[in-house]
Each structure stands twice: as C-alpha cells, then as structure tokens.
C-alpha cells in the first residue's frame, strides 16, 4: 500500500511527494512489530535504491511469511535524486541536517518533521547510505558508542562485513539516525558502495540481511540465507591514509583485502612526467574498508581507511 508522508507545493508548479510502501500480512491481529527501510536522503546515493525494490520483491513472493509491518521509504529526498545532486537541490540543504526538523519551519523542515513522525513508534530502522562518488565502502554499520549496547546486537544480523563503533563526539544531532534514537527507534546506519553507482552484490548481501534482522524481530519466517559475522571496531584502532602529493591515484588492494603495517597499497602517478610522485604504504596493520575510487586526487585526499588488529 503506497501512502504519502509528505507534501509539498513548490515553484514553476513542482511538487514535493515523498512516499512510502507498507507491506503488511494479509490479516492484522493488532501488536504486529514494524520495522522501517530508509534510503534517498542524499540524491547521490542509490544503492538504497536497489535494495528497496529487491525487499519488495522478495516479500511480495513469498507474502505468507510476513508477520509483521514493513515500511519502505526509498526516495526521501526526490528531488535530489532526480536532479542527482547530494542535497535537496531548491534549498540547497543537506536533508541529514536538518532533522528531527520543525512543523513551523520551512518547506525541508516540514518534510523532515512528517518523516520522523510517521517512522516513531516503529521497532526499528535501516538508514541506508552509500558512499560519495570518490571513495567505496564495503557494507558496514555505524553506531555511536551512546547506542551500542542497543544496536550493535541488531546489527550482528544485517550481514554486513564491519560495525563500526564510533565516538560520541563525532554525531551530528540534526541526522535521521540520531532523532529517530532519541526518540526510541533503534536505527541502524548503514553504509555502502560508491556514490552515483550501484553494487548489486552488495545491495543482495544487504537485502539477506534486513530479511534476517525481520526475522529475528518476528516480523519475517521465511528461509534467509547464511549472514557474516561481522568485525565490530570497538576494540581496534581506524588508520586513515591521506594523500601527501597530487596526480592519478593507482591502486594495489582491494576492499575488504587484509594489509601488514608498510605493505604497498598503491602510487600516485603523474601524467604528465611519468613519475611516481608518491609510493603509498600501509599505516597500520589491518582491513581496507574503504578504497578510493576517483582517481584524481589532490594533498590531503582520503585514499583508504584500514581497521587495525584485523588479521586473516
């Protein structure tokens, strides 16, 4: 059942219709759980994209099994996915700072408002992101270390690769994630792929994932497949490898590839001398869950992110 969650008139006769599809089982008993799927927060994010249609597809087939309530939001900001521009492209915001929004405030408020309402109340909630169009990020978790012992047991069941457990300090209050944990909706942040693109082999590890986590919460009984244990961070130290020259960026490893301390990852070349203008070395021992993707890079560009004390 598609309903709308938010709308609004806009200029030259456009209008802002953010929508959702629940999934319900053909009889309600009342108490039913609910779990809601978000994604298109950001226009230049679509892996989320994917996944929505494939959950979709995979309830709908097997529509006996489903014994709870599924909310699925998969364009809250459409207009910057049909504009492919990362913010809301009329206001020029980022929708993932201005939440948990205003009912008083401008027309992004307002929507931002309607979508934290409609989700309260719901047993949980998948936020899904991916990337940007310069680096590519295995799937993975996000969870402030304020919300661990709530989520990291959640997110155990999402068949990602990596939980990353971050630092309080680093949260940005004003995101979907974070109103939607205040209010008390356990939300899970996921984060994947490469912006503008879309991985189907990580959008159905994802997928496996989510119908696992409904299954856990009772809302799914249907047959899911083996999910990865994945590597929680709470323990281990992030290496951050940061470009020291400009040119082309050619990489050695692969996401998700196991690297010793000073193991070469990759050159950044120069097109126009032939020179190697930088050999880049593994700062620390450990997983690459992040790779650059764009090629160009300038001093002081992210080239990988590497989860120490991760060994093969």
């Known amino acids: 059942m598609i309903t709308t969650v938010s709308s609004a008139e806009l200029p030259v006769g456009e209008h802002l219709l953010i929508q959702k599809n629940r999934l319900e089982p053909e009889e309600l008993h009342g108490g039913e759980k ?11 994010e679509l892996e989320g994209q994917f996944v ?3 959950l979709i597809r995979r309830i709908n087939r097997e529509k006996e099994h489903l014994k709870g309530i599924v909310d699925i939001y998969p364009a809250l900001n459409p207009l910057g996915i049909e504009s492919i521009t990362r913010s809301i492209p009329i206001f020029d915001l980022d929708m993932n700072r201005i939440f948990p929004g205003n009912r008083e405030g401008s027309i992004a408020e307002n929507c931002a408002w309607d979508i934290v309402e409609d989700i309260k109340g719901a047993d949980a909630c998948v936020d899904i992101h991916s990337s940007n169009i310069f680096l590519m990020e295995i799937p993975q978790v996000r969870i402030n270390e304020n919300t661990a012992e ?21 949260v940005l209050e004003s995101t979907l994630a974070h109103s939607l944990n205040s209010a008390g909706v356990p939300t899970l ?16 590890q994802l997928t496996e994932g989510i119908l696992n986590l409904m299954k856990e919460l009772g809302i799914w009984e249907g047959e899911t497949g083996p999910v990865i244990e994945p590597v929680i961070s709470t323990d281990h130290h992030v290496g951050f490898i940061n470009a020291g020259a400009s040119g082309i960026f050619v990489p050695l490893i692969e996401h998700g590839d196991y690297v010793r301390k000073g193991q070469h990852m990759g050159d950044i070349v120069n097109p126009l001398t032939g020179d190697v203008e930088e050999k880049i070395c593994a700062c620390i021992e450990g997983m690459v869950f992040t790779r650059r993707e764009y090629p160009i890079v300038y001093s002081g560009s992210l080239l990988a992110r590497i989860l120490g004390g991760v060994i093969s």
């Open 189 to 204: 942040v996921v984060e994947m792929g490469v912006g503008m693109r879309i991985t189907k082999k990580y959008c159905d």
């Open 52 to 54: 929505c249609y494939e």
């Open 34 to 44: 609910r779990i809601c799927i978000v994604t298109g927060t950001h226009g230049d």
């Open 150 to 170: 709530t989520l990291v047991p959640l997110a155990k069941h999402l068949n990602v690769d990596f939980v990353w457990v971050h630092a309080s300090a680093t």
